[in-house]
């Protein structure tokens, strides 16, 4: 992983979609990336990788390094629906900085538009300045407060960013 860097010119890393054996990783990487509170349990990354994965309703792709998730993005979509939710986006720490981020979201786009929505939308913790900053350069524009809107009572804030 030391040698990737999209900033600086290195090739892009092939993103795959998650497979229900990943359900355990995904967590690992999740734990690493968010507080505690803010983690999903163990069935529901089993269902978006399984069940909704198949379905249709969920895609997760995922940066894989052996047996580990280095860098993973989960977009819900609700049938009928034209706004595709991005519903999780982790970086592993020890590969920030690097552009994995903006290629998950800007992946999730494409295919987001493929399956004929018109926009993405996301919530996000108010004081996340990494992940705010990260999606006002994808093009999200910030729709409105969230205020309590996580577990532990901190607010949250709304993006959308249209998919032409
Ligand atoms: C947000 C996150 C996914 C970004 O992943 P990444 O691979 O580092 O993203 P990229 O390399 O594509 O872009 C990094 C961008 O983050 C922003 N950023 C990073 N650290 C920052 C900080 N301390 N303050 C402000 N912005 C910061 C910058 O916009 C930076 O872009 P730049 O390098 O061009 O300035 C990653 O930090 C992460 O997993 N955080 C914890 C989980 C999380 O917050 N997920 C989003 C919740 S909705």
Redesign the pocket.
């Known amino acids: 992983m030391g040698r990737l860097d999209l900033?600086r010119g290195a090739a892009a890393p092939r993103l795959v979609d998650a497979r229900a054996a990943d359900a355990d990783a995904l967590m690992q990487l999740e734990h690493a990336?968010?507080p505690e509170a803010d983690c999903f349990p163990r069935r529901t990354w089993a269902r978006m990788v399984g069940p909704a994965a198949a379905a249709g309703t969920s895609r997760t792709l995922v940066l894989r390094e052996g047996a580990l998730v280095r860098?993973a993005a989960t977009v819900l979509y609700r049938r009928g629906a034209r706004v595709a939710r991005l519903y999780s986006?982790?970086?592993d720490p020890v590969?920030?900085?690097?552009?994995?981020?903006?290629?998950l979201v800007a992946a999730l786009a494409r295919d987001a538009r493929r399956r004929g929505c018109t926009a993405m939308s996301?919530?996000?913790?108010a004081a996340?300045?990494?992940?705010r900053?990260?999606y006002e350069?994808l093009g999200f524009q910030l729709t409105g407060p969230l205020p309590g809107y996580y577990a532990d009572g901190a607010d949250g804030v709304k993006y959308r960013r249209e998919l032409p």
Do not use: D, I, S, T
């Open positions: 900033k990336c968010f860098a986006l982790a970086v590969c920030r900085g690097r552009g994995l981020g903006a290629l996301l919530e996000v913790r996340n300045a990494a992940a900053a990260l350069r």
